[in-house]
């Protein structure tokens, strides 16, 4: 770049600026609001006395600070990269001490990884924050907000925020399935148990709708019978664990059909319906086609196909994170995370319903 042409950019650049600043507050990038588990916890579990948490290396490896966050990924998250196409910093952790002032409007993130729909899912973690608390926390956050920027905009902040919230894998994993202490199972047949989950949920969205957000991102359970602790645990050829399957089979299209009657009764598409189950399909069962040479090992871990325990120091890692679908033996890799992110923005009615996030945030551009 030549001297007059770099003073030309560095003009329009500061001139961009200027714009940028003058620009009245309703152009800011929507306030995110996040729930839910260790897909989506970004660090608040770092404050906790817990063992269900991602705040040792190589946890971050990727992560642009190359360090530990919480976060259960080798980098970024699903929530950090629906930041990235809002336009938005990560929302910061409730726990975080810097969650106060500007980085209020930013939004929050509630979750906090082990809880599930139940609140006796992930007892054994001890100390974690469950749905309920996250809710009573968001109300809080709510107060924090309304005495910063006022009642008014507090509530215009919440009723134009975007909200992610991603449960029920643990309520099976971690409750139902958890050998050998289910209490679950010997009370239920897994048919009875999936509704009782949906009614549970159901109660639940119905008091985050409550407390103000009118757009809601809900995920189903991803491939739970497929994730390297249960291929370690429960297969000998690789094949996935059919009764975790069979579990996301039944719970997935009972959220939709919960989610769409919700819809109908409050009028409006408040909760938009994730399929994680079908995105991550494609890439689990054709990984080569998405440039992984694996969607069964994971890249950090030991064991059969790295899937037994905890990843730690001590762990094997793999050299280039890219290839693999799975990180621990639970969780993505960024690169997995990236897919699944685009399809919620970008994908079809089979994948997010009833409609993709981009049409969903074009719409509301339009409106506000
Ligand atoms: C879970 O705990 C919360 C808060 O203590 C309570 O309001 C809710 O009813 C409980 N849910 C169930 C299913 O017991
Ligand atoms: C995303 O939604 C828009 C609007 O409904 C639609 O035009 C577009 O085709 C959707 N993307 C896919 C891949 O279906």
């Avoid at 809002?86 to 929050?108: I, K, M, T, W």
Wanted: glycine share 8%; aromatic share 10%.
């Amino acid at each position: 770049m030549g001297a007059s042409s770099l003073v030309g950019f560095l003009m329009a650049a500061v001139a961009a600026l200027l714009v940028a600043a003058a620009t009245p507050a309703a152009a800011a990038p929507r306030a995110f609001f996040v729930f839910g588990d260790s897909l989506v916890d970004n660090g608040n579990n770092n404050y906790l006395m817990t063992t269900a948490r991602a705040d040792a290396p190589p946890y971050g490896i990727d992560f642009p600070t190359h360090m530990p966050t919480g976060r259960f990924s080798n980098g970024l998250n699903i929530p950090d990269i629906i930041s990235e196409y809002l336009g938005s910093q990560p929302a910061l952790p409730y726990l975080s001490p810097d969650l106060r002032g500007e980085n209020l409007l930013v939004g929050a993130n509630f979750a906090s990884a082990g809880v599930g729909i139940l609140n006796d899912t992930g007892i054994q973690f001890v100390n974690i924050i469950r749905i309920g608390q996250q809710l009573d926390n968001f109300e809080n956050y709510q107060r924090n907000l309304a005495a910063f920027v006022g009642e008014d905009a507090a509530r215009q902040v919440v009723q134009q925020s975007l909200v992610l919230i991603t449960l029920g894998g643990n309520d099976f994993v971690n409750n139902y399935y958890l050998v050998p202490f289910s209490v679950r199972s010997r009370q239920f047949a897994i048919q009875d148990y999936v509704p009782y989950l949906i009614s549970e949920y159901r109660k639940i969205l119905t008091r985050l709708h409550d407390l103000g957000p009118r757009r809601v991102i809900v995920t189903g359970t991803g491939m739970i019978g497929c994730v390297p602790a249960e291929l370690a645990m429960h297969s000998i050829d690789g094949e996935c664990a059919t009764d975790l399957t069979r579990a996301a089979d039944l719970f997935n299209p009972q959220l939709e059909r919960m989610l769409a009657e919700l819809n109908s009764e409050l009028g409006g598409h408040v909760f938009i319906a994730a399929n994680t189950n079908k995105i991550s399909f494609d890439f689990m069962f054709n990984p080569q086609d998405y440039g992984f040479v694996t969607a069964k090992v994971a890249c950090c871990g030991q064991g059969p196909y790295n899937g037994i325990g905890l990843c730690t120091p001590a762990s094997n890692v793999c050299a280039n994170r890219d290839v693999y679908a799975y990180w621990d033996a639970f969780h993505p890799t960024e690169r997995a995370n990236r897919l699944i992110v685009a399809q919620i923005m970008h994908g079809s009615t089979d994948h997010i319903s009833p409609m993709n996030l981009s049409t969903i945030l074009a719409m509301d551009e339009r409106r506000n």
